[in-house]
């Protein structure tokens, strides 16, 4: 089946651009053509800019459940920090029944789809029930997640994790027997049932992710990468979120976490390291060298005091950037975007600072700081997607140029004004496959979503 939309501006070779319309043919783009040339059966989009979908390349699901939940501390104890707020949530994972964890995260995808995000790459942790026993399928609760993704119609890359101890060497702690999983054949097995089952549903697919270099056995490495390379899966890790992370790796190999993992062969364009905050000069120009992806979440390296990205260095190296929502402390692709920007301000003393490698003359972040939220993402999940071109998935957005946060915004500074001043309630519709999931800023299921996930809150 045949759709044509004709919005006032279309992002095409990265600007926006008037009198063009896009052609869907099920759930590809078949082509870009002028305006004039869509029937009178086009699906008219008067005063909407169409741009690609944004990907979210990291997210963590349930933790949608304790938003402004960890925002406190007593007033005596001035340590609260990612490893306070870690013990937070593991309570909030333990709380979780199969049918509240589909019903937290198809609330979390509903209100991605809204924000604008298409894709969302979901770095799944949660295997076992709550005392820590597997269950009866051991891909229960990710079945569970990618049901609730097909419930809401957004395009899920389930990155399955293993998590097999608390820190290098040391057993699972009590609260972590959830997350684990206790043998690497165990978990690539469970990794083919996922591909296997996902194998007919156009909308599903799926990774690995062994969790972090404290979460996962260093000998588990090269056969992850290697199973990884074998089927063309994306592979992602958090790598280096914090200090304490690269100390435990200095002490236990006596290598930073980087090149522990240049070292065992693990970076590739395949690969895509989440967070790397942490980062000493050589092992930026290690990731730029094998051309990583780095996925920035800095909505929640902001909220947990992560740290900064050097996103300039690992871009000059030759890195990818791609932004995920995280612990879902907010979902706003174009907060994650602009963050970007305004953390390497704030960094260096100056303005402007991350511009497309190919400008020229007066140039503005915008085109590649979109480029950071669509194509960059899809690259790191190994989609074709990210980007308004024949062929690729028909995962688009549309932006409201009446929307107050875009008043006097013309198509030459439409860009850099959502990269840098647009927010989620910008977007009225959206489209995955070809479908629109998001009409006038609305989901066709959205209160029974809305009900479900107020009555897992209050469980």
């Not at 209100?111 to 229960?140: C, I, Q, W």
Request: charged content about 25%; proline content about 6%.
């Amino acid at each position: 089946m045949s759709t044509t939309l004709v919005p006032d501006l279309l992002w095409e070779n990265g600007r926006f651009v008037p009198e063009r319309a896009l052609v869907i043919n099920g759930d590809r783009i078949q082509a870009i053509v002028p305006a004039a040339q869509a029937g009178p059966d086009a699906q008219r989009l008067p005063r909407r800019a169409l741009m690609p979908g944004f990907v979210n390349a990291h997210s963590h699901a349930f933790q949608r459940l304790i938003r402004g939940r960890t925002q406190w501390r007593p007033v005596e104890d001035r340590s609260a920090d990612f490893w306070s707020w870690r013990e937070e949530m593991y309570r909030a994972a333990l709380m979780l029944s199969p049918d509240e964890v589909e019903a937290v995260s198809a609330f979390c995808f509903m209100e991605m789809l809204k924000a604008g995000y298409t894709t969302v790459g979901e770095f799944h942790y949660l295997h076992n029930d709550r005392s820590g026993a597997p269950y009866d399928d051991p891909a229960e609760l990710a079945q569970r997640v990618i049901a609730a993704a097909r419930s809401v119609g957004i395009r899920i890359v389930l990155l399955h994790v293993a998590y097999a101890t608390s820190g290098i060497g040391q057993a699972l702690r009590p609260e972590q027997l959830r997350f684990a999983t206790p043998t690497l054949d165990g978990y690539l097995d469970v990794v083919d049932s996922l591909q296997a089952a996902a194998s007919a549903d156009p909308l599903v697919t799926v990774g690995v992710a062994p969790h972090s270099i404290r979460a996962v056995p260093r000998d588990w490495l090269p056969a992850i990468r290697d199973y990884a390379q074998q089927r063309d899966l994306p592979l992602h890790m958090h790598v280096s979120e914090q200090p304490a992370e690269v100390d435990a790796a200095l002490a236990a190999y006596g290598l930073r976490p980087v090149e522990l993992l240049e070292q065992d062969g693990v970076l590739d364009a395949r690969f895509t390291a989440v967070h790397a905050t942490h980062l000493a000069a050589h092992e930026v120009n290690a990731l730029g060298a094998s051309a990583v992806t780095i996925c920035a979440c800095p909505t929640t390296e902001r909220d947990l005091g992560d740290g900064f990205l050097q996103a300039a260095n690992l871009l000059d190296a030759g890195a990818r950037i791609a932004i995920g929502t995280d612990s879902q402390s907010i979902i706003d692709p174009f907060e994650e975007v602009r963050v970007i920007e305004y953390h390497e301000r704030l960094q260096r003393l100056r303005r402007i600072v991350l511009l497309p490698p190919d400008a020229e003359g007066a140039a503005d972040p915008g085109p590649l700081l979109l480029d950071i939220g669509t194509r960059a993402g899809a690259a790191a999940l190994r989609l074709p997607a990210g980007r308004l071109e024949e062929g690729s998935l028909a995962d688009l957005v549309a932006v409201d140029l009446d929307h107050i946060a875009l008043a006097g915004c013309e198509a030459d500074t439409l860009a850099v004004h959502l990269a840098l001043g647009g927010r989620a309630e910008c977007v009225s519709d959206v489209w995955t496959g070809g479908v629109q999931r998001i009409a006038a800023r609305r989901h066709a299921d959205e209160e029974r979503l809305r009900a479900s996930f107020r009555a897992a809150v209050r469980s």
